[in-house]
């Protein structure tokens, strides 16, 4: 009992002693400044918070503490050029690219709901973007000293994606309720299960063996796709029999698209007609991501109906750092402009 | 955030939701002081769950040497380290859970572990707390000690893997309290590995999702025992229901052991998920240990369980253990038997408190064949 009644007097001193301070603190600054000083406290007014364009439906969303801090000046707009033929997908390092005009904006680190980013690691993207008359074409460029292009217990890829509104009003932060967006979601992982195929336990750890997959078919060390695609083996291999769109061991392009209307709310896009490349050279990442010109594609109405006025936001994500998810570099909705 | 009750640390803590209690908690009990680690448990749920690919350090049941092993390496004393020491002001807790170490709104207080950490499941194995010098066991009892230490997914009435799941794709079932991982919805961020105190939610990388321990749910909804337990031969577990929404029933084995007699206690309370595999603590090692293990209440638990034959209902409830591969919901000592009823209200099993003896002659005169005592 002695020692609980002195653990309760240091705690009431602690308490004090802290009170005293911040009191102290704004006291002078108030001296200093001559200004009233506006204590924030985090979460006491989210319906007052400027900077968050709409409520955030997310299962971590809590009160943000910090929101995106907006840059001085304009933000930079992407004007998509009218060019005659579109560079393909396939080499990102077209020397094709550098006769079209690249714009620089801003990353920020995700703070708006959790899971947070806690630091920036990349800063800058550098954005261009060209049209033709079948497609549109964006190429993608930062700076990343090593690839981050494996998928393992505490390794993640890096990453990156594009966000167009699909109705107006969509906030930035993945949309709204009732106000959804649309996402194109290049990730360094599945570029590589691409080029060199699927980055499996063989590839991750070729020294590895294992005893026993049961009703693998073929040699070893049994390719999680080819030898263990029979619905036997398929037993064990739940999220591929749920078809989630992370389980898929033949994949043929390294892009997936989605639609979400809020954090934590992204859902897989079956079917894209959307390609992408992504390169790693030289300590930078160049990824090319296209969009056809299709008629039926709410992507391509949206782009049609005001050419003038589009919006669109990106993300990075820097595997190495332990990006995934919302831990993320972001942008606010930038002004895109399609040159007639 | 909302303020929920956690009965084990008794008082309220934080958690992102606010949800209803399930109709009735699943819940399991082991008796430490009979594992042997055999890994039948283990390689029972191996077989029938994670016998994929992708799955190959995957163990939703793992049974580690306490006090140096641990699946994945250092699993529980990372976690301490970063949440430091439990101080509980006698049932109370005073100190922090991984819910409110960080602060309101913020994800739990976890560790993400590396793949190395899963590579070698039973890495100190048999390891003792201290070296035995050589030819001590002629002096009498030694203090060095070990124990084993079986787990799997505590299916927590506060489960610290949903709070972190920013897609939602954790839930806990309404009908039982079984958690689960939506294999649709999960696109493998990881931060419900990093979450889980007990670290009983796998990333696979075959499938790039996470995936845990299912509590056996088909045949939990046939009223039949996990895995794990029907095939423990040491018959230390006991699966069954917690009340939930009612007081504790005296006929429950479940509620009876746990929260009435309270001689099985729960795996670190302190980090405040109000986990549902309950332990009866090994007798023979040191509170100290057992504290920082269990929370509060060893010292009792220790002392009901050495008494244990002159405790005739609480023994009968023990005799459940192994005894049936159905799920026990109501039991009753009658005479010299205890009598154990399963979800559909049939009688599942009669365990007498004394196995009757049976004595043969040296010469079977039926088959004219002499019988020897080879063994």
Known sequence: ????????????????????????????????????????????????????????DSAAAGSPSTTIAVPEGPPPEITVAKVAAAPAIEDPLDPAWDKFAAVEVDLQPQTVAEPMLASATVSKLRVQAVRDDNRYAWRLNWAKAQPADVSEIGRFSDAVAMQFPLVDGAPYTMGGPGMPVRMLHWKAVWQRD????????????????VDLYWFAQGK?????????DNPQAQQWMIAAQADNPMADTSREHPIEELTAHGFGSSAHVEGTSSRARGVWSDGQWYVVIDRPINANDPLIERFDSDPDKQMIAFAVWDGDNANRGGRKHITNWLPMRIAP | MAKRFNWQIDREQAY??????????????FDTNKCIECQTCTVACKTCWTSGKGQETIFWNNVETKPYGGYPHEWDSRLMK???PARWREKKLDSLTVFEKNGEDKPPLGHLPSERDYASPNLGEDDLSEMIDQGSHFDGTHH????????????????????????????????????LVDQERCRGYQHCLEACPYKKVFFNIINRASEKC?????????????????????????????????????????????????????????????????????????????????GPGVEEAKEMYRNLKNDRRLLGALMLFGASPRMITRFEVQ????????????????????????????????????????A
């Not at chain 1, 200093?32 to 924030?40: E, F, G, Q, T």
């Not at chain 1, 691409?194 to 063996?209: H, I, K, S």
């Open chain 1, 194 to 209: 691409v080029d060199e195929g699927f980055q499996g336990l063989a590839a991750l750890y070729p020294n590895t063996d």
């Open chain 1, 220 to 228: 070893r060390p049994h390719a999680a796709s080819g030898s263990l």
């Open chain 2, 144 to 179: 060095g000690w070990m124990f084993y230490l079986a787990r799997i997914c505590n299916h927590c009435d506060h489960p610290a893997c949903l709070a972190a799941c920013p897609r939602k794709a954790i839930y806990k079932r309404p009908e039982d309290g079984i958690v």
């Open chain 2, 214 to 294: 299912i509590g056996c749910f088909p045949r939990v909804e046939q009223g039949n025992a996990a895995l794990c337990v029907e095939s423990c031969i040491g018959k230390i577990r006991l699966h069954g229901f917690l009340s939930t929404n009612a007081e504790p029933r005296e006929d429950n084995p479940l509620d009876y052991i746990v929260k009435i007699r309270k001689l099985a206690l729960p795996c670190y309370p302190q980090f405040g998920t109000a986990p549902n595999v309950y332990y009866i603590p090994p007798v023979h090692v040191p509170d100290p240990f057992l504290d920082q293990l269990f």
């Open chain 2, 82 to 84: 970063l949440n430091g």
């Open chain 2, 335 to 374: 005479g010299d038997e205890a009598v154990g009823w399963d979800v559909d209200g049939e009688e599942a099993v009669r365990v007498p408190f004394t196995e009757p003896t049976y004595f043969r002659k040296h010469f079977d005169s039926t088959h004219g064949a002499y019988r020897h005592n080879t």
């Open chain 1, 1 to 56: 009992m002695k020692r609980d009644f002195d653990d309760r007097k240091i705690l009431i001193g602690m308490i004090g002693g802290a009170a005293l301070i911040v009191v102290t603190m704004i006291t002078a600054i108030f001296l200093v400044s001559r200004r009233p000083v506006v204590v924030v406290v985090p979460g006491a007014d989210n319906a007052g918070r400027s900077g968050v364009a709409g409520p955030a």
């Open chain 2, 16 to 29: 992102p939701y606010e949800a209803p209690n399930p109709q009735r908690q699943v819940a399991y009990i």
